[in-house]
């Protein structure tokens, strides 16, 4: 099959993808267990933990064999599937469209012709839906909706820093479908979109101070974090938010001064001084109903997947991929199409 591939990270993992013509297939191919899926890749989409957990020095070397593939999302056909465990009632055939995403990263990802994907990471496209925006999904929506739908109700006040990029598109339309007073933080050309997708009030992080804006609102219900800056925003946050709400963070940098502060937050009590809003850093796992009411959003029209840009398999498409999303500027998700449907 064909698949971009690394096996070493030097100088960033972009300037070591390959597109190898005769990559092996996941060794369990034809060897399905229960509850895993043979699928034909048609789009990928990239997320940063792609390229920051292979780039950890030592870490990722033991975490990854390589060559690998990176990539955990996903839409495409399904070849073959072992099993159901039951655990899912509906059961898949060859030939379906499905989406989702990997439970973690793995020699064997999504920028290659076929993948083994978990059955809870693989559901149906519903009906209307494009390959490219079902690919969208994964990581980024699955993230958004674990911070925001099981912490809020209809009417809550709910503030997501960072609401340009894949996890804050979706998750000012999931708390907006949900019917929430959304506020969220970008940069001033980011400010109209981040409106269009259902924002009732938008901080220009560049221009303004956010966490003195946000003392000057009525006190919030939720904070998500896609950000991680600015750095006091958590050790403030009972200045602008009601007593019992819960910040959620998102990912964050893995360098020695960003994983301290992250377990400052986690674990310095309110009563010494830390912060006195309950903090959830947010363990993300694939849940297949989760998923599937995302896609009937999608379905429906009262979410859209936002696309920054679509590259193909061939001319360095993956490379170039990556480029885009180390920018940090990408509006949205980073589309890869494997092959056509």
Same mark, same amino acid.
């Given at each position: 099959?064909?698949?971009?591939?690394?096996?070493?990270?030097?100088?960033?993992?972009?300037?070591?993808?390959?597109?190898?013509?005769?990559?092996?297939?996941?060794?369990?191919?034809?060897?399905?267990?229960?509850?895993?899926?043979?699928?034909?890749?048609?789009?990928?989409?990239?997320?940063?933990?792609?390229?920051?957990?292979?780039?950890?020095?030592?870490?990722?070397?033991?975490?990854?064999?390589?060559?690998?593939?990176?990539?955990?999302?996903?839409?495409?056909?399904?070849?073959?599937?072992?099993?159901?465990?039951?655990?899912?009632?509906?059961?898949?055939?060859?030939?379906?469209?499905?989406?989702?995403?990997?439970?973690?990263?793995? %020699? *064997?990802?999504?920028?290659?012709?076929?993948? =083994? !994907?978990?059955?809870?990471?693989? #559901?149906? $496209?519903?009906?209307?839906? &494009?390959?490219?925006?079902?690919?969208?999904?994964?990581?980024?929506?699955?993230?958004?909706?674990?911070?925001?739908?099981?912490?809020?109700?209809?009417?809550?006040?709910?503030?997501?820093?960072?609401?340009?990029?894949?996890?804050?598109?979706?998750?000012? %339309? *999931?708390?907006?479908?949900?019917?929430?007073? =959304? !506020?969220?933080?970008?940069?001033? #050309?980011? $400010?109209?979109?981040?409106? &269009?997708?259902?924002?009732?009030?938008?901080?220009?992080?560049?221009?303004?101070?956010?966490?003195?804006?946000?003392?000057?609102?009525?006190?919030?219900?939720?904070?998500?974090?896609?950000?991680?800056?600015?750095?006091?925003?958590?050790?403030?946050?009972?200045? *602008?938010?009601?007593?019992?709400?819960?910040? =959620?963070?998102?990912?964050?940098?893995?360098?020695?001064?960003?994983?301290?502060?992250?377990?400052?937050?986690?674990?310095?009590?309110?009563?010494?001084?830390?912060?006195?809003?309950?903090?959830?850093?947010?363990?993300?796992?694939?849940?297949?109903?989760?998923?599937?009411?995302?896609?009937?959003?999608?379905?429906?029209?009262?979410?859209?997947?936002?696309?920054?840009?679509?590259?193909?398999?061939?001319?360095?498409?993956?490379?170039?991929?990556?480029?885009?999303?180390?920018?940090?500027?990408?509006?949205?998700?980073?589309?890869?199409?494997?092959?056509?449907?």
């Amino acid at each position: 099959m064909k698949a971009w591939q690394f096996s070493q990270v030097t100088g960033g993992l972009e300037k070591n993808l390959k597109l190898n013509i005769n990559a092996s297939l996941p060794p369990n191919a034809n060897s399905l267990v229960a509850d895993q899926v043979l699928v034909q890749v048609l789009s990928a989409t990239l997320n940063p933990i792609d390229y920051k957990l292979a780039q950890i020095p030592v870490l990722g070397n033991l975490i990854i064999k390589k060559p690998a593939s990176p990539g955990l999302d996903y839409s495409g056909r399904v070849i073959a599937s072992g099993a159901n465990s039951k655990k899912i009632s509906e059961d898949l055939k060859p030939g379906q469209l499905v989406f989702g995403r990997l439970d973690a990263p793995t %020699q *064997f990802g999504t920028l290659a012709e076929y993948t =083994v !994907v978990p059955r809870a990471g693989c #559901v149906p $496209v519903a009906q209307g839906v &494009s390959l490219d925006d079902a690919a969208c999904i994964g990581t980024a929506a699955l993230t958004a909706y674990q911070c925001i739908v099981p912490n809020i109700k209809s009417g809550d006040r709910v503030f997501i820093n960072g609401g340009s990029g894949g996890v804050g598109s979706f998750g000012i %339309q *999931f708390a907006k479908v949900k019917g929430c007073y =959304v !506020v969220t933080s970008c940069s001033g #050309v980011n $400010v109209d979109l981040c409106k &269009s997708l259902g924002a009732d009030q938008v901080i220009d992080y560049k221009g303004k101070d956010v966490v003195a804006e946000l003392k000057k609102m009525q006190k919030l219900d939720l904070v998500v974090d896609n950000v991680g800056t600015p750095s006091e925003m958590y050790w403030r946050a009972h200045d *602008f938010t009601n007593a019992g709400t819960k910040y =959620v963070q998102v990912g964050g940098g893995l360098s020695l001064g960003e994983i301290y502060n992250l377990l400052s937050r986690m674990m310095w009590p309110g009563f010494l001084g830390g912060g006195k809003r309950a903090f959830q850093f947010l363990g993300l796992a694939n849940n297949y109903d989760q998923f599937k009411e995302i896609g009937e959003w999608m379905a429906q029209g009262k979410v859209k997947a936002l696309v920054d840009e679509v590259y193909g398999m061939e001319d360095k498409g993956a490379v170039r991929a990556f480029e885009r999303l180390k920018t940090g500027r990408a509006k949205g998700k980073i589309v890869v199409r494997i092959a056509e449907p």
